[in-house]
């Protein structure tokens, strides 16, 4: 196979190397395109652009593989926790039961965050959407931990790293407690970070708190699945952001706005509200499955469909059985469980959902799951992004590591031309 690209224009012929990934995947490394014909590419929504060479997370969308550094999404879903995983994808293997353990202390050492935190979030209007609190207290931890931007030397970025690990779970659960209207809770270090999670979003004032293994195993399975899924709307607003030097915080309360958007994480909490909807109007997914076909109806079958994926989304499999177990498990009958099922089945076979490889993805069943723990359809999208934490946190080093230079995309300018006035 030739290495080379070469590219033919205005009668002069141009080369470009060829990249090769190691799954094989190929890329022509257009670096000198413009210095060296004056050209451009225009890619709206870089359907075809690779904005990085990264060594963390593996996607064939045609076959449906996920890896995290090399292992398989299912295989870490069913038998890691997601403490193991995320410092899988922030430092590059599996750790042992010391570097584990080192971990999990590191982050309860900073499982606190300054008092003032609270007066914010109590100034957020009742009602106010749970993700732009997070992304507003998550910018606003900086002033509170301002050596958190200095993260010139491997000690500095590891500090930085558990700081924000520790201080987001807490956010996350305080997000809930003020959009449910209860009081705070503090955390319990003496717990694995999962459960004092769970224990900081559900212990009630007025019962005992015990810890419930299907709520706990269910969030560490959720969060494995959302942990990183390489260069996707958030996580490439995440690398792009920080490459303009801006901290890791701030770089990620930037992702978190990103995720917010109902076409990316805010799936989650569209495709309950799809669901309630198809049931108030009676259940009839036919009606629904036309007018997403309807190129004159902005409706959208969400949780369907995904730019990489062409084919099941992994995840999906694995949360679509998760979602049956959970359900039974905590003795939960959701009737929009088999609405789900049932515009999956139609979709499926569907000539439509076919010809355009429109498969479930990762959100269709997910929030199905987070109804029957309790969690409310606007915090779906605030569980997502904990779980998107660490593959946020593993892209931004890799991109501080490589020295990426800033991310400024080009454009073909077709307003006026100059004139006076
Ligand atoms: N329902 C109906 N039609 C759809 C859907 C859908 N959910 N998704 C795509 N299509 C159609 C499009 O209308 C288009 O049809 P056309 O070729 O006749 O014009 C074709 O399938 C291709 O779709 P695009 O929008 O061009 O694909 P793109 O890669 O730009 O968008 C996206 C992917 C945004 C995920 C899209 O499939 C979608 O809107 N899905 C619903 C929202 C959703 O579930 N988002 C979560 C994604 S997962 C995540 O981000 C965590």
């Not at 993700?131 to 500090?159: C, Q």
């Not at 959100?363 to 593959?391: E, N």
Request: hydrophobic residues 40%; proline residues 4%.
């Amino acid at each position: 196979m030739k290495d080379k690209i070469t590219l033919l224009y205005n009668g002069n012929e141009h080369e470009f190397p060829l990249i090769k990934g190691s799954e094989n995947e190929l890329a022509i490394d257009i670096k000198t395109l413009r210095q060296n014909t004056g050209l451009i590419t225009l890619d709206p929504g870089y359907k075809n652009t690779g904005s990085c060479i990264s060594d963390i997370t593996f996607l064939d969308g045609e076959n449906g593989v996920l890896r995290y550094r090399g292992y398989d999404i299912a295989d870490l879903a069913n038998n890691s926790s997601f403490i193991e995983v995320s410092y899988l994808l922030i430092f590059g293997e599996l750790p042992s039961k010391s570097d584990v353990e080192k971990f999990e202390n590191d982050i309860k050492e900073e499982l606190l965050v300054h008092e003032d935190i609270k007066t914010i979030l109590k100034s957020f209007p009742t009602g106010a959407h749970p993700m732009g609190i997070l992304a507003s207290l998550t910018s606003a931890l900086i002033s509170f931990n301002p050596g958190s931007v200095d993260v010139r030397s491997d000690e500095k970025m590891y500090h930085a790293i558990v700081q924000l690990m520790a201080k987001f779970s807490i956010l996350t659960a305080w997000v809930h407690r003020k959009h449910e209207g209860l009081p705070l809770n503090y955390p319990d270090i003496s717990i694995s970070y999962v459960e004092n999670l769970s224990k900081m979003m559900f212990m009630k004032p007025n019962k005992n708190y015990s810890n419930q293994s299907v709520i706990t195993s269910a969030l560490n399975k959720l969060l494995i699945l959302h942990a990183d899924h390489e260069q996707n709307c958030s996580t490439s607003t995440v690398r792009i952001v920080g490459s303009s030097e801006a901290s890791l915080f701030a770089s990620i309360s930037a992702g978190i706005s990103a995720l917010w958007g109902r076409l990316h994480g805010g799936a989650n909490q569209a495709v309950i509200e799809m669901l309630e909807l198809i049931k108030r109007d009676g259940g009839d997914t036919k009606k629904f499955m036309s007018k997403a076909k309807d190129k004159n109806h902005p409706f959208r079958l969400m949780g369907f469909g995904h730019r990489v994926y062409k084919n099941f989304d992994p995840r999906a499999k694995i949360i679509k059985q998760a979602a049956d177990e959970v359900l039974s498990d905590l003795g939960v009958n959701d009737p929009i469980l088999e609405i789900a099922k049932g515009l999956e089945k139609e979709a499926l076979s569907d000539k439509y959902f076919i010809e355009r490889k429109l498969y479930p993805n990762v959100d269709f069943y997910s929030g199905i799951i987070y109804r029957a723990l309790g969690i409310p359809t606007q915090m779906f999208t605030v569980m997502f992004a904990l779980g998107r934490l660490p593959g946020w946190i593993a892209q931004w080093k890799e991109m501080k590591l490589n020295q990426e230079p800033i991310g400024r995309p080009r454009q073909i300018y077709k307003g006026r031309k100059h004139r006076k006035i």
